[in-house]
Every structure is written in C-alpha cells, then in structure tokens.
C-alpha cells in the first residue's frame, strides 16, 4: 500500500512515528521495539529543538546554497535571499543569517575533493541540519549555538531541478562529520560550534516490562481490528474505515475508492470523481465521511499511539542532551513551565482548552514523567527515518496550547 509523500514544514518534512508509515507492519513495528527496548537500534541521534535548513555547496560557483522548500529545484538561495526571507523578523533573521556565515566558512575549510564527493559538482546533493540559537529558544533551553548536522534525509537534484529523497550513497555526513575539528577552526563566529550526528547510546530495558507492556496493548488493537503481524498500519486502518463505511452502505467499488481518499494513498481519486457515480444522497455522506476522516483515522490509532508514547517516555528516561551541561537544571525548569501551563489552563474554565489539555494529559500523564530535556531521537530502519519523542510532544503541546491559544479557545 504506497502512500502519497507530503513534505510539510520545510523540505524536510514531518519525521514519522513509527504508526504514521502505512507500510509497515505489526511484526516490523515490534520488531523495533524489541530492538529499542534493548538497546540494539542503529544510527540513533538526538532530535534537536531548533530550526531546520537544507544546505548544499555549488563548486562551480564556489557558493554555499541553503533551502527550506521548492526553491531548491532553482539552485537554493544565497546568503542575500536567506535574509530577505526572514528579514524583519528579530532573533529569527539573526539565527539563519549567522548560520549561513556559519556554514560558509566551515564548508570553505574542506578540501576541493572532499567537496566534490558531498556535494557534487552544482549542489547536486543536499543534506539536513538543524540551527540551535540561545536566543530564539523553542521548548527547550540550549546552552550553546549550534550547526547540526543531521544523518537523515539526503536529497538529490538533477541538471533539470528535479528533486528527490536518496540514501547517503557516497557518505557524505559521515564524510563531513570527519572534517568536524577542521571546519570548527574555520568559523570565526564567536561562540558557535559546528557538530556531527549527535549520536545516542539507548538504554538496555530488556530487564523491564515495557516492552511487553507495550506490545499487548497494539495486540488488543490489533485483535479489535482482526488483522495479525504480517498486516500493515495501512491494512489496519482500511479495516476501521470499511467498518465505519457499512452505515453508508456503497457499492464496493465506490468503498474501496472512499477508502483510498481518506488515507491519502497515491493515485486515489478525488471526491468530485468519487461523488460523479453516487446518488444526491450519498453524495451528502460521502463527502462528510471524507472530510470527517482525519478525526476518524487519529481514533483508529489513538490507542497505539498511547502504547507507544508510554514505551517511548520509558526508553528516554533520563537520557541527556548532548548541548546541555546540567541536564537536570532544564528537566526541572521544564516541569516548572508545563506544571504552570497546566494549572492556568485548568483554571480558565475554557472548555475547549481543558478538552485538549485531556488529550495532552492521557499521554503525558504527570509533569514528572519529563525527565529528560531532550525533543527525542530519530533512528533509521529500512532506509527510513522514525521517531521517539516520549514526553516532549503533549508538554510542547500544552505549552503551545497556554501561550499561544487554539482556535476555539479563550485564554
């Protein structure tokens, strides 16, 4: 079952949790948590918090080219067209602005060979990495400014513009990891620091019960669904749907379509072509079923996503980030500013605030399950990247929901 690929904020895109890839299957699913569980996953770095930028290098121009979106199918823009972008915008315009100076003079300090391998001869390939400013801090507090390069995606664009997701063939994070000392010498802004990879060792929990706590609840999920391991998420969810599609009794043929539509599979077809064969009436249902099913997809998935956040919190336990001295410093003051969210949103009386805050409760369940200041790890399996985010994301949730509203609510 392929899905349609929508790259959203940024070239990058949404990192997947391990629920959100319809291909994968329950036995690869938890094949990954025994592996997490015992610390035997490959290539684990450390999920930062800052701001992501796609950078490339054209040799025959001898420019250092960044890009957040389809202005890389053009070549990317200069350091001039970065800070036009951002112009304006305070400590957001010093960030990306200072990280391109950055970055120019760290990739000005490779070898022509060594550029040539990275990057190919015009920015032909291009690599990810994260900007970490103290100034414009997002959830958590860093205590330096950062280049980070990442291990994961790597694009390639050809002589025509045309871009695509590619494996590191010629290993150039590795390569440019190896030049880390050189390039750090060759920056000449003060106090920032240009870093690999930073890499992570998991702990083994294979002495614990939250694998298998963990993989009863998905069985319970699974079994509710009647599939078994060798189904996929997308087989899953095609279940549910047709379940809740009997009601609307359709034609099979015009099920399947329905079904395509709303898990957004590549090649479905439009709820136009699909409402074109239907009845008034079931033109009516079919379009409120369609635009209703992001709320029902999310429901089908609650109750993994709950398991797996619960394993993931547990696998992150005390874990500390590699650009933060006192790790436990943050973690308190981490508790302290979700602790505060919570306590002003519970006593707003904003229904709609306290009906999401519930939602972001039923995964963290307690300040005191942040216990590391960390976003989370990103791993790589079968060529994809996956996540962990464990507590950051219901606490960067409420924080997000107390500062700065929902829509709906009132605070």
């Not at 701001?51 to 957040?68: E, G, P």
């Not at 802004?189 to 990879?197: E, L």
Request: proline share 2%; charged share 25%; net charge positive.
């Amino acid at each position: 079952m392929k899905q349609a690929v929508l790259l959203e904020g940024g070239l990058v895109g949404h990192l997947q949790h391990l629920y959100d890839n319809k291909d994968l299957t329950f036995k690869e699913i938890k094949s990954i948590l025994r592996k997490a569980s015992t610390g035997r996953l490959e290539k684990v770095s450390e999920k930062m918090d800052g701001m992501n930028l796609v950078f490339s290098y054209d040799l025959s121009q001898d420019t250092v080219k960044v890009t957040r979106g389809s202005d890389i199918k053009a070549g990317g823009m200069d350091a001039a067209a970065l800070a036009a972008k951002f112009a304006g915008r305070g400590s957001v315009e010093e960030a990306f602005t200072t990280a391109f100076k950055v970055l120019e003079g760290a990739i000005g300090a490779l070898p022509a060979k060594a550029k040539q391998k990275v990057f190919g001869p015009s920015a032909n390939r291009w690599y990810s990495m994260e900007i970490v400013y103290t100034k414009n801090p997002n959830v958590i507090n860093y205590d330096s400014n950062n280049l980070v390069f990442h291990g994961w995606p790597v694009f390639k664009r050809d002589r025509t513009g045309n871009v695509g997701m590619s494996e590191d063939e010629v290993g150039g994070v590795d390569i440019l990891t190896q030049y880390i000392e050189r390039m750090q010498k060759a920056v000449d802004t003060s106090g920032w620091k240009v870093r690999g990879p930073s890499v992570v060792r998991m702990r083994d929990l294979s002495n614990g019960t939250i694998y298998q706590d963990t993989v009863t609840q998905i069985d319970t999920a699974m079994s509710d669904a009647g599939v078994g391991d060798s189904s996929t998420m997308g087989e899953y969810l095609t279940v549910l749907l047709k379940e809740d599609l009997t009601a609307l009794k359709l034609p099979s043929k015009i099920e399947k379509m329905v079904v395509a539509r709303c898990l957004g599979l590549e090649g479905a077809p439009s709820v136009i072509d699909i409402k074109k064969t239907l009845s008034k009436e079931n033109k009516g249902k079919v379009s409120a079923f369609v635009k209703n099913s992001p709320v029902h997809l999310k429901g089908y998935v609650r109750h993994i996503e709950l398991a797996i956040n619960d394993f993931a919190v547990e696998v992150l336990k005390g874990l500390g980030s590699t650009l933060i001295d006192d790790s436990g410093k943050e973690v308190d003051r981490l508790r302290g500013e979700v602790q505060n969210a919570v306590s002003a949103i519970e006593s707003s009386g904003d229904e709609t605030a306290m009906s999401i805050l519930a939602q972001q409760m039923a995964k963290l369940k307690s300040v005191e399950n942040i216990t590391s200041p960390m976003e989370g790890v990103v791993f790589i399996y079968k060529g994809n990247a996956y996540k962990f985010t464990g507590s950051f994301a219901a606490a960067n949730q409420i924080l997000g929901l107390f500062k700065y509203g929902r829509k709906g609510t009132k605070l």
